[in-house]
């Protein structure tokens, strides 16, 4: 688990070249929420490159 992060979802998208890629959609943690940075950092240490999110999204409430 990632501090700054409440809850995450990660579909896979379509994508023109490889055919599909993951997307990242996190709700931060209140107080301290997360940057794409420290997401995609932390993603790369525990992930395969393929896993790892290429986009990430905070959803709205109305997505959710």
């Not at 809850?7 to 490889?18: D, I, K, L, N, Q």
């Not at 794409?36 to 790892?52: D, Q, V």
């Amino acid at each position: 688990m990632l501090t700054g992060v409440a809850e995450s979802a990660v579909p896979g998208v379509p994508h023109p070249r490889t055919g599909e890629t993951v997307r990242a959609y996190v709700v931060p943690a209140q107080g301290r929420p997360v940057t794409s940075e420290e997401l995609l950092a932390h993603c790369a240490r525990n992930l395969a490159r393929f896993k790892c999110p290429t986009r990430r999204r905070s959803p709205t409430p109305a997505r959710r």
